[in-house]
Every structure is written in structure tokens, then in C-alpha cells.
């Protein structure tokens, strides 16, 4: 069956400072991946997602992720964590298409000034 | 701005009462989701549509909910009779196949007593 595994249920970082969520799966095929984010009290957003092509992929609010086959990993990162990317994180895998997403536990994120 | 709404917002009903949340989805979206977000069990998905047609709902209970799609305009998500355990962020979510991304609705936090 299908998986995912963010292994971090809790960061904080300082304002300024780079930060890297760790997202795996499991699946036989290379899936549609992406990584979403809920702020308290809202939905949630998508930042960016990878289908093919290029492996490292560029999102909104200065995000990036890079997948790697041969790890079954999606990470996601940023060079320089801003005080407003205090959120939880989500990473989905949507196999085979269709919009289905299957989604990781979630890392939720705090930044200190 | 094209987005997802949600009604209601928040609900607090009693045990045994009947709760029905309601979803518009993006005019032109083809698929509809309904996903439950609690602390313990984090996003599951409860049920989705593909131009109006159930596609699955294994993971409702279905002695309870009912999920469906009147028209292309409206979802709704059904409990009767609800539980306390039932507590939890109900989200909608709608997309096009061809895009492989969703778009969340900002939630119906339901509380029963």
C-alpha cells in the first residue's frame, strides 16, 4: 500500500536560518508528489509539486523540494525561514493521478526570532 | 479568486443529532474530495467524486455518512446520528484530473457533545 513518512513531527528553527522537512514514500512507481501547508484555523495550500521532469522543483513563498528516486525522498527547503512560515507541513503522494492524495502526518514548524 | 467554500464554518451539535456540511467546489473541477483532520488519525480521506460519480468511500463509516453530489455545485457530507468521536475538521477539496493538484476549502470544524 501506498505511504507516506515525514519523520519530523516538530521543528523549530530561528529566524534567518535554513531549514529541510524530510518526506518519504512508498510506492512502486514514481507518483505525483507535492508538499501543502496549513496555517491554524485554515486549509490548506499547496506550495509546489513534482510530476516529472526536473527533480528539484520551485514553489510560492520561497520553497523549494527535490526528489530522489533512489531514496523514495520529496524534501522540502528553504535557505532563510521567515517568522510567517510558522505552519504545519504537509507531504502528499498521489498515486497514479487523479487527484487522490495520500498524506504524511504532518511537521509542524516553529520559527524563533 | 476562484476557491472552495465550505458551510458551516464551526458546528457544535448534540449526540445523536443529524449534521450535514456542505461544499461548492471550483466551477470547472471534475473531482471533489471529503478529508477528516483530527490530532490522533492527522488527513484521511473519507470519500471522492469524479464528475459527480462516487469513486470511493472506504474510508467512511458508512453506518453513518453518506457522502454525494446533487450537482456539479454542491457536495454535501452527511452524519446521522453523529458521535462525539466524530469530532474533528471536515475538509473539501476539488481539482481537475488533468492537473493532478487540489484545492482545499478552509474546513467545518465539528464538535458533538
Known amino acids: 500500500a501506498q505511504s507516506v513518512t515525514q519523520p519530523d513531527i516538530h521543528i523549530t528553527v530561528s529566524e534567518g536560518a535554513s531549514l529541510e522537512l524530510r518526506c518519504n514514500y512508498s510506492?512502486?512507481?514514481?507518483?505525483?508528489l507535492f508538499w501543502y501547508v496549513q496555517s491554524p484555523g485554515q486549509g490548506l495550500q499547496l506550495l509546489l509539486k513534482?510530476?516529472?521532469?526536473?527533480?528539484l522543483v520551485q514553489g510560492i513563498k520561497g520553497f523549494e523540494a527535490e526528489f530522489k528516486r533512489s531514496q523514495s525522498s520529496f524534501n522540502l527547503r528553504k535557505p532563510s525561514v521567515h517568522w510567517s512560515d510558522a505552519a504545519e507541513y504537509f507531504c502528499?503522494?498521489?498515486?497514479?493521478?487523479?487527484?487522490?492524495?495520500?498524506f504524511g502526518a504532518g511537521t509542524r514548524l516553529a520559527v524563533h526570532p | 479568486d476562484a476557491r472552495v467554500t465550505q458551510t458551516p464554518r464551526h458546528k457544535v451539535t448534540e449526540m445523536g443529532q443529524e449534521v450535514t456540511m456542505r461544499c461548492q467546489p471550483i466551477?470547472?473541477?471534475?473531482?471533489v474530495f471529503w478529508y477528516r483532520q483530527t490530532m490522533m488519525q492527522g488527513l484521511e480521506l473519507l470519500a471522492y467524486f469524479r464528475n459527480r460519480a462516487p469513486l470511493d468511500d472506504s474510508g467512511m463509516p458508512k453506518d453513518r455518512f453518506s457522502a454525494e453530489m446533487p450537482d456539479a455545485t454542491l457536495a454535501t457530507l452527511k452524519i446521522q446520528p453523529s458521535e462525539p468521536r466524530d469530532s474533528a475538521v471536515y475538509f473539501c477539496a476539488s481539482g481537475t484530473t488533468n492537473t493532478g493538484e487540489l484545492f482545499f476549502g478552509e474546513g467545518s470544524r465539528l464538535t458533538v457533545l
Open positions: 513534482y510530476f516529472s521532469g526536473d527533480t
Open positions: 510506492y512502486g512507481a514514481t507518483p505525483y
Open positions: 502528499a503522494v498521489s498515486p497514479g493521478g487523479y487527484n487522490k492524495l495520500i
Open positions: 466551477l470547472g473541477h471534475n473531482t
